[in-house]
């Protein structure tokens, strides 16, 4: 089990930038693909960003791509979520998460994540 710590939320106005951290502990953190999820008020929490276990390969949603970047520091057991021309549609409790399974590709379906943080607020206002 892979115990994961969220932070770097905070209020934002719209078209200012964020960077999310995520501090991994436990297991060996760099064998892990990694997630990152948002859940809004009132809506079901959806994928984000995604990046490998030895992070060359990233995947974004539609709604963030070019506006947000995946990244991972395996030495420092640390994956990143930059965030940048934040919209108040991105307003979000923001997850990671790490893959079920050692080695195992990107996926955008929370099913398949077995250990998750327990969220930190962006709030980007108009």
């Known amino acids: 089990q892979v115990q994961l710590v969220e932070s770097g939320g905070g209020l934002v106005q719209a078209g200012g930038s964020l960077r999310l951290s995520c501090a991994a502990s436990?297991?060996?953190?760099?064998?892990?693909?990694m997630g990152w999820f948002r859940q809004a008020p009132g809506k079901e929490r959806e994928f984000v960003a995604g990046?490998?276990?030895?992070?060359?390969?990233?995947s974004y949603a539609d709604s963030v791509k070019g506006r947000f970047t995946a990244s991972r520091d395996n030495a420092k057991n640390t994956v990143y979520l930059q965030m940048n021309s934040l919209k108040p549609d991105d307003t979000a409790v923001y997850y990671c998460?790490?893959?079920?399974?050692?080695?195992?590709?990107?996926?955008?379906?929370?099913?398949?994540?077995?250990?998750w943080g327990q969220g930190t607020q962006v709030t980007v206002s108009s």
């Open positions: 998460a790490a893959r079920l399974g050692t080695y195992q590709s990107i996926s955008t379906y929370p099913g398949d994540f077995g250990s």
């Open positions: 990046i490998s276990w030895h992070g060359f390969s990233t």
């Open positions: 436990g297991r060996t953190f760099s064998n892990y693909a």
